[in-house]
C-alpha cells in the first residue's frame, strides 16, 4: 500500500508535482500513467525519500520511506536501470545493495536465476544492452523480497519479448498479493499491464479509477449521423436529452446507439445518409484526458494534438 | 554501521580505480625513493628526509582516488542507488569516509615505509636510521596525513559531485593556490602558514628557515581541522540536497 497525500514539489518557478494525492493498493498491478513531463518520476523519487517534496507526504504501509528499516526489504523499486557503476559486474552491484540491507549473500544468485542473468552475473553492467540492464535492476528490487515494487517506466526502450516478459512479470507479483506500481506514458501498454490507473497531467491528478473503468469512460462511443433533414433530427434528439454536437454537415450524438438513432429517424421521418458508430481509440482518449497538460507541444504537431505521446520518455 | 562500512567497502573494490590508484601511489612513491638513491653521490650520506621525496606524488594521487571514490557515484547515480537502500544519508557518508580515509591510511604506511626500505636497502648507512621523534613523524605520520586528505577529498567531491570539478580544485590548491597565495604583498606569508597542505608539509617536514606559528602536531591538528570543517559541509549539503 502506497500513499500519496498532497504531495507537492516546485522547483523554483516551476510546479512539477501539485498537491497529488492517490493511493495504490496491494494485490493489484497500479499504472501511473501520464505524458512526459508530468511529473511521474519526480513522485516516485518523493516516495523513495530521494527527493524532499514541497509539501505533502508519502506513505509506504503508513510509514515514510525514510523510516523504514533495512527499505530494500519493503520496498523495491526500479526507477533507472542506467544506476549501476558500469565498470562493477552485475554480481557485485547486487552484492552491495544486498550487504547494505543484511540479505543473505545466496539471494543475489536467486534474483539472477529469476532474470535469467546468471550466465552474465560476473560481466561488466556497462555492457549490458538496455534489457539486460533493465533484468538487473528488477534483479535489484527484488532482493529483499519487498512487498511493495515501484517501476518507472520499465518497458521504455525494450523490444516485444522484453516488454511481454516485464508485463508477465508484474502480474505474476501483484497476484503474489504485492503492491506493484508502474509509470508509464503509454495508455495501450498500460491497459495491457494495469488493472488500477493513477492519471496524471502536468503534476496533478486527473484520475483514479480501474483500467476498465478509464478505458470506457474516456473511450465513450459515439454515433455520427448525417442527413439532408438535420434540422428535425436535432430537435428529436434534443427532445430525449443526449448530447449533440455538430461536426459541419453531420451530427456526433453521443449516449445513443445506432440503432435507437436510426429507429427514431425512421418516426420522425428523417432521411438518413449516414449512420456510424465511432469508436475512440484509447490514445485519443488519453489526449483528451491530458492534451491541456502536456508540458511540451512540438511545433509539428497539428492544433490540439500533443505529439509527445509516444517518445521515449528521459 | 559495520553493515555500511562492509558495504561500502564492497563498493569502492569492486571498480577498477582504487586498485589504479594504489599502485600509481606506492609506484610513484617507492619508485621515485629507489630513484633518488641510485643517483645520490656517496659524499653526502642520505638522510631519512631523502626517502620521503615522493610523498607529495603519492599525496596527489590519493586525494584523486578520494575524490573519484564519490564523484563517480554521482557521476554514475549509484548514489541514489546507495540512498535507496541506506536512507540515512549522514551515516552513508561517515561510512564512505571512513573506508577511503582507512585507505588512504594504509597506502600512506606502505609508501613511507616501503620508500624508507628500499633507500635503505639501496645506499642506506647509519644515517638512515628511524631515530629521532621528527624521524618517526616523518615516516610513520604520512597514513595519518594521507587520511586526513581523503577526508578533504571526499568532503570536496560531495560538495562538488563532479569528477572533473573535484579534481580541479584538489590539485590546484594544494599545487598552486596554497603556493601562489605567499604572492599577496604583506599578509602573503600569514595566509601562508594557515594553509591546510602546508600544514600538512610541517607536521612531516617541519621548515628550516621560517618558524611556523604552530608545531608538527599543532600542524596535524589544524589540517584535521580543517578536514573537519569541510567534512561537516558536506554532510549538511548530502542531507540537504535531493539524491
Not at chain 1, 481509440?281 to 505529439?307: C, K, N, R, W
Not at chain 2, 554514475?76 to 569516509?97: E, M
Request: net charge neutral.
Amino acid at each position: 500500500m502506497i500513499e500519496a497525500v498532497g504531495l507537492t514539489k516546485r522547483y523554483g518557478k516551476t510546479l512539477a508535482v501539485d498537491n497529488l494525492s492517490f493511493s495504490v493498493p496491494s494485490g493489484r498491478v497500479t499504472g501511473f500513467l501520464g505524458p512526459n513531463g508530468a511529473g511521474k518520476s519526480t513522485t516516485m523519487r518523493m516516495i523513495l525519500g530521494l527527493d524532499t517534496p514541497t509539501g505533502g507526504t508519502a506513505l509506504i504501509d503508513g510509514k515514510r520511506y525514510r523510516d523504514l528499516q533495512q527499505p530494500l526489504r519493503t520496498v523495491g523499486a526500479l526507477l533507472d536501470a542506467k544506476w549501476v557503476h558500469p565498470n562493477r559486474s552485475a554480481r557485485a552491484h547486487l552484492q552491495w545493495l544486498a550487504r547494505s540491507n543484511r540479505l543473505p549473500a545466496k539471494r543475489v544468485d536467486e534474483v539472477l536465476e529469476i532474470v535469467g542473468l546468471t550466465s552474465v552475473a560476473g560481466k561488466r553492467a556497462g555492457g549490458f544492452s538496455l534489457g539486460m540492464s533493465q533484468r538487473l535492476g528488477i534483479a535489484a528490487a527484488l532482493l529483499g523480497d519487498p512487498q511493495v515494487l515501484l517501476f518507472d517506466e520499465p518497458v521504455n526502450g525494450l523490444d516485444p519479448e522484453g516488454i511481454l516478459w516485464i508485463r508477465k512479470f508484474m502480474h505474476r507479483l501483484a497476484e503474489e498479493g504485492r503492491t506493484v506500481f508502474v509509470s508509464s506514458h503509454l495508455l495501450s501498454e498500460m491497459a495491457l499491464t494495469a488493472q488500477e490507473l493513477v492519471v496524471i497531467g502536468r503534476g496533478k491528478l486527473i484520475s483514479q479509477s480501474s483500467t476498465e473503468d478509464f478505458v470506457t469512460q474516456a473511450t465513450e462511443n459515439t454515433v455520427r449521423v448525417r442527413s439532408p433533414q438535420l434540422a428535425p433530427l436535432r430537435s428529436a434528439l434534443g427532445k430525449l436529452g443526449v448530447s449533440i454536437r455538430d461536426e459541419g454537415e453531420a451530427l456526433v450524438v453521443s449516449g445513443m446507439d445506432c440503432a435507437d438513432i436510426g429507429e427514431l429517424a425512421a418516426r420522425e421521418g428523417v432521411v438518413l445518409h449516414e449512420l456510424s458508430p465511432q469508436r475512440g481509440s484509447l490514445e485519443e482518449a488519453f489526449m483528451q484526458l491530458t492534451g491541456d497538460s502536456v508540458e511540451y507541444h512540438t511545433e509539428i504537431a497539428e492544433p490540439g494534438v500533443p505529439a509527445t505521446l509516444t517518445t521515449a520518455g528521459k | 554501521m559495520t553493515t555500511l562500512l562492509a558495504t561500502e567497502r564492497i563498493k569502492l573494490f569492486t571498480t577498477r580505480s582504487p586498485w589504479w590508484s594504489i599502485v600509481a601511489a606506492l609506484g610513484l612513491t617507492i619508485g621515485f625513493a629507489g630513484l633518488v638513491a641510485l643517483n645520490h653521490s656517496e659524499g653526502r650520506p642520505l638522510q631519512v628526509e631523502h626517502s620521503q621525496f615522493g610523498i607529495q606524488f603519492g599525496l596527489v594521487v590519493v586525494l584523486v582516488m578520494a575524490a573519484l571514490a564519490v564523484t563517480t557515484e554521482y557521476r554514475f547515480s549509484t548514489i541514489r542507488a546507495t540512498f535507496q537502500a541506506v536512507p540515512n544519508r549522514s551515516a552513508v557518508l561517515v561510512a564512505k569516509t571512513a573506508v577511503v580515509a582507512v585507505l588512504a591510511a594504509v597506502i600512506g604506511e606502505i609508501a613511507a615505509f616501503g620508500s624508507w626500505t628500499v633507500t635503505r636497502v639501496i645506499a642506506g648507512g647509519p644515517e638512515m636510521a628511524i631515530a629521532t621523534g621528527a624521524d618517526v613523524r616523518m615516516v610513520a605520520g604520512v597514513g595519518l596525513v594521507y587520511a586526513l586528505a581523503a577526508v578533504i577529498a571526499v568532503a570536496v567531491g560531495t560538495l562538488v559531485r563532479q569528477s572533473a570539478g573535484a579534481i580541479s580544485i584538489l590539485l590546484i590548491w594544494p599545487l598552486l593556490v596554497e603556493n601562489l597565495v605567499q604572492l599577496i604583498p604583506g599578509a602573503g606569508p600569514h595566509i601562508h602558514d594557515w594553509m591546510p597542505f602546508v600544514n600538512a608539509e610541517r607536521f612531516l617536514n617541519p621548515p628550516e628557515f621560517t618558524t611556523p606559528p604552530i608545531g608538527p602536531w599543532g600542524s596535524l591538528a589544524y589540517l584535521a581541522g580543517v578536514a573537519a570543517a569541510l567534512f561537516a559541509a558536506a554532510m549538511v549539503a548530502v542531507n540537504r540536497r535531493d539524491a
